[in-house]
Nanobody, 120 residues
Framework: QVQLVESGGGLVQPGGSLRLSCAAS????????LNWYRQVPGKERELVASITPAGGSTNYADSVKGRFTISRDNAKNTAYLQMNNLKPDDAAVYYC?????????????WGQGTQVTVSS
């Protein structure tokens, strides 16, 4: 059974830090690009950060560059999102997504999301 389970969300004050984790099982984690998305009510889901299957390349949304760091440990089938200097605009439900592209199709899996609240 395929699973992506996020953890690490919670309430943090502006300027604080959180580390999200995404634990994968049921598929070959090391073959998948790992993405972190976030969504607030009434808005589209936003891609926050991505990391390639071997971890050699990362990309970030402009809004989080310099503050967030995505990483992965393929031996543990786990990905992380370190979030520093959090701002109220970072508050959202954060989703872990694994995606593998093939020639004409792709396979993708989603976690259930973890809530991040940034408030004083």
């Amino acid at each position: 059974q395929v699973q992506l389970v996020e953890s690490g969300g919670g309430l943090v004050q502006p300027g604080g830090s959180l580390r999200l984790s995404c634990a994968a099982s049921g598929f070959t984690f090391s073959s998948y690009t790992l993405n972190w998305y976030r969504q607030v009510p009434g808005k589209e889901r936003e891609l926050v950060a991505s990391i390639t299957p071997a971890g050699g390349s990362t990309n970030y949304a402009d809004s989080v560059k310099g503050r967030f760091t995505i990483s992965r440990d393929n031996a543990k089938n786990t990905a992380y999102l370190q979030m520093n200097n959090l701002k109220p605009d970072d508050a959202a439900v954060y989703y872990c997504n694994a995606r593998r592209d093939f020639t004409v199709t792709f396979t993708t899996y989603w976690g259930q999301g973890t809530q991040v609240t940034v408030s004083s």
